[in-house]
């Protein structure tokens, strides 16, 4: 089992900068994949950013040179730094970890609300 608790979201206007944070309940050593997803209003669930296996970073085209992904293995937590803010960015975004022990088994956090306004 693995519990998520994000914080980090609000209300920023367009070209502003906000810092979600994601707390994994155990060492984020033993989670193969850890990251993000946004799901906007009337739209489904998308990857934002995540570590892989082997700490490769993945991250979504629309995000590239303005989002960064980073984790600090001490305090088991991983961090999404957003610039360059868009109002098209405003969105739930819910900390996604992925093990895969003896099955593979997906968790999500509650969802942090990112409101973006022009």
């Known amino acids: 089992q693995v519990q998520l608790v994000e914080s980090g979201g609000g209300l920023v206007q367009a070209g502003g900068s906000l810092r979600l944070s994601c707390a994994a309940s155990?060492?984020?050593?033993?989670?193969?994949?850890m990251g993000w997803y946004r799901q906007g209003p009337g739209k489904q669930r998308e990857l934002v950013a995540t570590?892989?296996?082997?700490?490769?970073?993945n991250y979504a085209d629309f995000v590239k040179g303005r989002f960064t992904i980073s984790r600090d293995n001490a305090k088991n937590t991983v961090y999404l730094q957003m610039n360059d803010l868009k109002p098209e960015d405003t969105a739930v975004y819910y900390c996604?970890?992925?093990?895969?022990?003896?099955?593979?088994?997906?968790?999500w956090g509650q969802g942090t609300q990112v409101t973006v306004s022009s």
């Open positions: 570590f892989t296996s082997g700490d490769r970073t």
């Open positions: 996604h970890a992925r093990t895969a022990t003896v099955v593979v088994t997906d968790y």
């Open positions: 155990r060492s984020i050593f033993t989670i193969n994949a």
